[in-house]
C-alpha cells in the first residue's frame, strides 16, 4: 500500500520515547439520571493536567458507526489497517498465553458457560468461575480428549472462564460458525460450515463440544457447556519494529492484549496481574525500549458489566496510578481508549474514544479536562484511531520530510 512506501521513505531512528496507554474501553455515554459520563463523573486529576498541557481529540476505531472488537481497535492504534489486517480473536488469545502455532493450526477463543437440561445458555461465563477452577477442568478436559478424527486438541487456561484451544492436523480450516448465542436465555448453536472446505472442522469441532459437555455434567461446576469463537490462523503482518524502527514492549496484563503485540512483534512481558505491577515494569524496562503500550482492563470490564460506579472507581484508580510515571521523560505520551464501552449499553460501542497527546513538538489546546465531549473540542479534531500513530511518530521527531 501507499502509506507503507511513504513510511519507508520517511521514518528515521532516534532516540525519543514514546509512551501509549490505552485505558480498553474508557469511553462512555451519559448516566440517565446525571446526564454524565463516567469520565465526567470521576475525578481524576492526572488526566485532567495531561488534558490541559496536550493535543486533545477524539479517535474513530475502524470506521464511523462501526462497533469494534479489541482486535481490529488495537490494530488501528498500532497504525495498521484493521479492514485490511483482520486477526481472529482466537489467534490473539492462543498466542497471549504463549501457546506456539503453526501456519496451519486452527486458534479458538473459548468460554466456559452454563446451560439448562435443554441447552439454552443460562450464563455465558459460567459465574466467571475462578480461574483455578477452570485449570482443573482444562486439565481433565486435556487428560480424555487429545485428538478427534486424528486431529490434535491442545488446551489451555487464559483466565477465569476463559480458555484457549489450538487444532493441529490437515484439511482444517477457520470458515466455520460459532456456537455462541451472545445472550442468555438461548439455545446454544451448532457450528456449521462456511464453505466446503470447512465441513470437516465442523464435524470435529461439534463432537468436541458434545465430548466436553458429557465430561461436565460429571463435575461440580457452573461450567456445563463450552462456546467457541475466533476461529483464525496467523495472520500475515510486517513487523512493528520494521514498520516504524521502533523497539517496542507490550506491557499488559491479560493474554488478548499480549496476544495482539506478540503478533506485531512486539517484545510481551509476563507474569505482570495489575495495573501496579505494569508500572513497575514500565520503570525496570525505561532503558530498553523507545516504545512502551501499556494497557489497562479494568475500565472495560466495567463498562461490560454495566456498573457506572465500579467504571468510576476505575477510571480514578488509574488516575492515582499514573502519578508514578509522570516523572519518567518520555518524549510523548499518549492516553486513549482502544474503544468505547458505555456502561448504558453493557458492550463495546462505535462511539468516538476521547484522546490526548503530550509532547513538547505538539500545540496545546484550551481542553481541560480529559472528558469525551471536552475531547470533541480538542485541536485534533475526530480522526481515525490508525493515525494517531503517524502523529506520536512525527511528536518524536521520527519523520523526515516527504518530497521536494
Not at 468461575?129 to 478436559?141: A, F, M
Not at 518524549?331 to 486513549?336: F, K
Request: aromatic fraction near 6%.
Amino acid at each position: 500500500m501507499e502509506i507503507e512506501k511513504i513510511l519507508s521513505g520517511i521514518i528515521k531512528k532516534n532516540e525519543n520515547k514514546i509512551l501509549l496507554i490505552v485505558m480498553d474501553g474508557v469511553g462512555g455515554l451519559p448516566h440517565p439520571e446525571t446526564g454524565l459520563t463516567e469520565l465526567e463523573s470521576a475525578k481524576k486529576p492526572n488526566l485532567d493536567k495531561l488534558a490541559k498541557s496536550g493535543m486533545c481529540g477524539l479517535s474513530i476505531p475502524v470506521l464511523p458507526g462501526i462497533t469494534p472488537g479489541s482486535g481490529p481497535a488495537h490494530i488501528s492504534l498500532f497504525g495498521y489497517d484493521p479492514i485490511q489486517h483482520q486477526i481472529g480473536r482466537g489467534v490473539l488469545e492462543v498466542c497471549g498465553i504463549g501457546m506456539e502455532m503453526n501456519r496451519d493450526d486452527i486458534a479458538i477463543r473459548g468460554n466456559f458457560a452454563t446451560i439448562d437440561e435443554n441447552h439454552i445458555v443460562t450464563d455465558r461465563r459460567a459465574g466467571r468461575i475462578p480461574t483455578d477452577e477452570n485449570k482443573k477442568i482444562v486439565q481433565k478436559i486435556q487428560e480424555n480428549i487429545k485428538e478427534i478424527k486424528n486431529i490434535q486438541i491442545i488446551v489451555q487456561t487464559v483466565k477465569e472462564h476463559r480458555l484457549a484451544i489450538l487444532l493441529r492436523g490437515k484439511g482444517l480450516s477457520p470458515f466455520v460458525s460459532e456456537n455462541d448465542p451472545q445472550k442468555e436465555g438461548l439455545k446454544i448453536k451448532k457450528i456449521v460450515p462456511l464453505n466446503d472446505d470447512a465441513i470437516f472442522t465442523a464435524e470435529v469441532l461439534n463432537e468436541f463440544v458434545d465430548r466436553v459437555e458429557k465430561i461436565l455434567k460429571g463435575m461440580d461446576t457452573k461450567a456445563k457447556t463450552i462456546l467457541l469463537r475466533g476461529f483464525s490462523k496467523i495472520p500475515d503482518i510486517d513487523s512493528f519494529e520494521k514498520r516504524y524502527l521502533l523497539k517496542p514492549v507490550c506491557i499488559a496484563s491479560y493474554p488478548m492484549y499480549k496476544g495482539l503485540a506478540k503478533i506485531v512483534g512486539m517484545d510481551v512481558i509476563q507474569g505482570l496481574d495489575t495495573i501496579d505491577d505494569e508500572i513497575s515494569a514500565l520503570h525496570k524496562l525505561y532503558d530498553e525500549y523507545d516504545f512502551f503500550y501499556l494497557h489497562y482492563k479494568k475500565t472495560d470490564s466495567a463498562g461490560e458489566d454495566g456498573d457506572f460506579n465500579k467504571k468510576i472507581s476505575a477510571i480514578e484508580e488509574f488516575d492515582e496510578k499514573i502519578s508514578k510515571i509522570m516523572h519518567l521523560k518520555f518524549d510523548v505520551i499518549c492516553v486513549t481508549g482502544d474503544h468505547s464501552t458505555p456502561c448504558v449499553l453493557k458492550g463495546h460501542s462505535w462511539h468516538p474514544v476521547p484522546l490526548v497527546i503530550v509532547s513538547k513538538n505538539i500545540m496545546p489546546d484550551d481542553v481541560e479536562t480529559f472528558t469525551e465531549r471536552a475531547c470533541s473540542r480538542g485541536l485534533l479534531g475526530t480522526i481515525p484511531a490508525k493515525d494517531i500513530m503517524y502523529i506520536l511518530l512525527a511528536s518524536a521527531m521520527k519523520f523526515e520530510k516527504f518530497g521536494a
